[in-house]
């Protein structure tokens, strides 16, 4: 397959099939700070199609500020159960309000309320002051629809390559490479 978004796509399909994951959509995505290390965290990873691989987030956590000064990065996936290494390159951009609030409007009350009462990234001085934070937002927006709040939404991570690794017990892992070059993919196989 010489399209890796389709096989990208094909992949993750294959992966969600009696998935034992409990977080079957959880991968990693990099962001660089202003030092120029790179830090990684898991978040779910939303969408992947043509226009790049969609995550939802706080733009003032640090990722966030991460993106906001580099938007190069990077999104990394092993799905164990399938033996398969995904390995994404890109630069990340907000997708549009109107895309955010579909994926708000997918979210449960509770991951609502939850995303709503907290300042992610922010320093908490104890743990118990988490629950205050919840119930304060669940009665302000009691029997009310909880709106997507400002500093939240999505970036589209736009590939310039993206590397499939097939895991084999033999070692002889195949590794195929994609970059994106006039428009187009250009493969590569890659030694193990
Ligand atoms: C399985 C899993 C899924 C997660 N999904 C998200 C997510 O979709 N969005 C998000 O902002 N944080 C998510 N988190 C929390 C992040 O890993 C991280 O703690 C948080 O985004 C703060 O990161 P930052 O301080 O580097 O910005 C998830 C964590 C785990 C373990």
Redesign the pocket.
Known sequence: MDNPIIKFESWWQEALVDCPLR?KS?VCVSTIDKDGFP?G????LKSANEKGFV????FD????KHIAHNSKTAMTIWWDHVGYQIRVVGTAEVITDVEADVFWQTRSRSAQLTTTAFD??EPLVAEDDLKTRLQDVSTSFAEQPIPRPNNWGGYCIKPVSIEFLTFKESRLHLRELFKCKDNGWFKQLLQP
């Open positions: 977080q959880a830090s965290r898991f978040v779910d995550f939802c987030t706080y956590s640090v990722k966030g992610q990234s």
